[in-house]
């Protein structure tokens, strides 16, 4: 039996980092960041704005190649990847919600939930059927053949959680989704969140400012600076890482 690479990441972590630098015109952005996540677990990245939640999100997605340090998806090396393995990376299995929806203004809501399954080559029929199942979920399924701008921050905002949920990813990145929202929104998207995360075992990284909404999650890891300032107690399996329904109706 061949023993693994002395610096290979442990087999239980589906997403995991060591050293991660990187700097934004020459200003550093992250310090040396190391952490682990397990397949499941909802896990709050803190910090006040500034602090490199973002860009921390963006280097483990591979939207961005940090300058040293490595990042692993499923132990595959994310930071060895070329820019058309990263994408196919981030279209297939990766999932990306930010704070502003983002929606195709020419598309109508359904088209924009199921835009992932649709770029991927599904059929019409079962694109519409995932997108809308999940509208349903989410209580916008009366908006399916309206566009966007029939609709309110909120359930736009809605309308994106839909379409990175729609095709199941292993992983979301999830950049200050409920920043623009009241309480009465922030709580349904969390929760439609978080039990599609439970149910269907998907990893959340949950970058927020907001303690409520960090309290969603397993675990938390605050940052501060660039630099992971210390970790919240708790029980996730993680701890021991490192630092209307005719509206959508398929003839539509």
């Not at 939207?63 to 040293?68: A, K, V």
Request: charged content about 20%.
């Amino acid at each position: 039996m061949v023993a693994p690479p002395e610096n290979a990441p442990p087999d239980n972590d589906v997403l995991w980092a060591r050293s991660l630098h990187y700097s934004h015109s020459s200003s550093p952005a992250l310090v040396g960041i190391s952490l682990g996540v397990r397949q499941g677990e909802i896990l709050a990245l803190t910090g006040p704005r500034g602090s490199g939640k973002t860009t921390l999100l963006r280097c483990l997605s591979g939207q961005l190649s940090p300058e040293q340090g490595e990042v692993w998806f499923n132990s595959v090396p994310v930071h060895t990847m070329g820019t058309l393995s990263r994408e196919r990376l981030r279209r297939d299995r990766f999932g990306w919600i930010g704070p502003e929806p983002q929606l195709l203004p020419e598309l109508k809501v359904w088209e924009n939930a199921a835009l992932p399954l649709l770029l991927a080559g599904a059929s019409h029929r079962s694109a519409k059927h995932a997108a809308c199942e999940w509208l349903e979920r989410l209580d916008i399924g009366g908006f399916a053949r309206k566009r966007p701008r029939a609709l309110s921050r909120g359930e736009a905002q809605r309308v994106a959680l839909a379409r990175t949920l729609v095709n199941v990813p292993a992983v979301i990145f999830a950049d200050e989704p409920t920043a623009p929202l009241h309480r009465t929104e922030r709580a349904l998207l969390l929760r439609t969140l978080t039990t599609a995360a439970r149910s269907h075992e998907i990893t959340v990284l949950l970058a927020t400012h907001d303690e409520a909404t960090a309290a969603v999650a397993d675990r938390s890891l605050a940052l501060l600076d660039g630099r992971l300032a210390g970790a919240a107690a708790g029980s996730s399996p993680g701890a021991d890482t490192p630092e209307g329904q005719a509206a959508c109706s398929l003839s539509a």
